[in-house]
């Protein structure tokens, strides 16, 4: 393991050599690989993701998946504490929209102070990429979700108010998101994969 990080320790990632060593990976292998990147790897990521793999959100939640069947994406980000997480998703009930809901799922601990930070998923107005927008939040939740709050609610307000995610796609399973608050990125990366048994 540790290959990926080898792979990125360029200034010019060959993104088909890291899809490809990622595709041949099993799904607790990937998770481990995406875990191992900081935040140097994380940007250069990002950047060298731009406009490689088209993502919709069928790459997200599969179109055979029920209505409110969650899927798991394992996730590591550049923050300097509970830098491990997921993101999870649903597609929504009786919807003719390509969207998706989700939230983060950090921990009872995370989730009930600062909150569990739902949004909703949709094409991005740049043709390949997904947003992630905090701005705002499904109307309803599987029941095992936490509640839905809105993310002026808690320590929510100064984590996921205002925040918008983007997404770009690396492989079959994995994608790269970099944060962004009224319009302006930030820095602050991270890094999914989709369990494939989720």
Known sequence: MGRLRALLDTDSPDMSEIEAYLDDLGSSERVEEIRSLGRKHQARLFDAAEGYRALS??????????????????GKNT??????????????????????????????FVESVVGPGY??????????????DYLQVPSERPEHWP???????????????????????????VTIGRASKGGKPMSSWFVLCRDADS
């Open 57 to 74: 959100v069928d790459d997200i939640v599969e179109p055979e998946r029920a209505p409110m069947q969650e899927v798991v994406h394992h």
């Open 119 to 132: 949004f909703v998923a949709y094409a991005h107005a740049i043709p390949g990429e997904i947003l992630v």
């Open 147 to 173: 509640e839905i709050l809105p993310n002026s609610a808690r320590l929510s307000k100064v984590v996921y108010d205002g925040m918008q995610d983007v997404l770009r796609g690396v492989s079959r399973h």
């Open 79 to 108: 923050l300097p504490a509970f830098s491990h997480f997921a993101k999870v998703f649903v597609r929504p009930p009786e919807s003719n929209e390509p969207v998706v809901w989700g939230y983060n799922r950090a921990g009872p």
